[in-house]
């Protein structure tokens, strides 16, 4: 059984940064393609950003710019860099693969907020 395990959130003022990650208890990690979700309060879960084994990335139109995704295959490791947070960023965010998805693990809140 897979585990994913999210850290790294917390509060953060408008325009500051956080660094999320997502350890994986998965072997062979590094063949599959993995993605960063988010759930706001009341709205669905949505994918941010995404990130194929060879390390090609996307990115959904409202972090475009100011969220880098990356990952260490060595360490079953992926992570979100987000600058220039916003209060709209504001959510749980996931991570999992963009189809097909594992079990979700806990998430890690963000909150934007002065």
């Known amino acids: 059984q897979v585990q994913l395990v999210e850290s790294g959130g917390g509060l953060v003022q408008p325009g500051g940064s956080l660094r999320l990650s997502c350890a994986a208890s998965?072997?062979?990690?590094?063949?599959?393609?993995m993605g960063w979700y988010r759930q706001a309060p009341g709205k669905q879960r949505e994918l941010v950003a995404t990130?194929?084994?060879?390390?090609?990335?996307n990115y959904a139109d409202s972090v475009k710019g100011r969220f880098t995704i990356s990952r260490d295959n060595a360490q079953n490791t992926m992570y979100l860099q987000m600058n220039s947070l916003k209060p709209e960023d504001t959510a749980v965010y996931y991570c999992?693969?963009?189809?097909?998805?594992?079990?979700w693990g806990q998430g890690t809140q963000v909150t934007v907020s002065s």
């Open positions: 998965r072997s062979r990690f590094s063949i599959y393609a």
């Open positions: 999992n693969k963009p189809s097909l998805n594992w079990p």
């Open positions: 990130i194929t084994p060879s390390g090609t990335t």
